[in-house]
């Protein structure tokens, strides 16, 4: 049974001009860091539009989500800020229902 999750991140990432590839190759990595973190219980690289993208994420508790606020993801969103897209918006949530992962 998948474990049930409280709270979130939906962050927004508009990629700079002529770097969208390379913003959706960065997200796709970004699985492969977030395999790593035992709290992250749900992720999701996404695409609103051409230039612009987003992750969100889900966890048990605002511990697992403080954690991965300081972790790698994190740290590589401030590393490639105004290299591949501008400044994210990341926005705290509150998971108020879900339909778990059978």
């Known amino acids: 049974m998948a474990e049930s999750v409280t709270?979130?991140?939906l962050v927004r990432i508009e990629?700079?001009?002529g770097h969208e590839k390379e913003v959706e190759d960065f997200l796709q990595q970004g699985l492969g860091i977030v395999e790593q973190e035992p709290n992250t219980v749900r992720w999701f690289a996404i695409r609103f539009g051409p230039s612009s993208?987003?992750?969100y994420d889900a966890f048990p508790d605002d511990s697992g989500r403080q954690a991965h606020l300081s972790g790698q993801v994190a740290q590589a969103l401030a590393?490639?800020?105004g290299t591949?897209?501008?400044q994210p918006t990341i926005e705290p949530v509150d998971v108020i229902?879900?339909?778990p992962p059978s």
Do not use: C, Q, S, W
Request: aromatic share 12%.
């Open 7 to 9: 709270v979130g991140l």
């Open 15 to 17: 990629a700079l001009p």
């Open 53 to 55: 993208f987003g992750i």
């Open 79 to 81: 590393d490639n800020t």
């Open 84 to 86: 591949l897209f501008a």
């Open 97 to 99: 229902a879900e339909k």
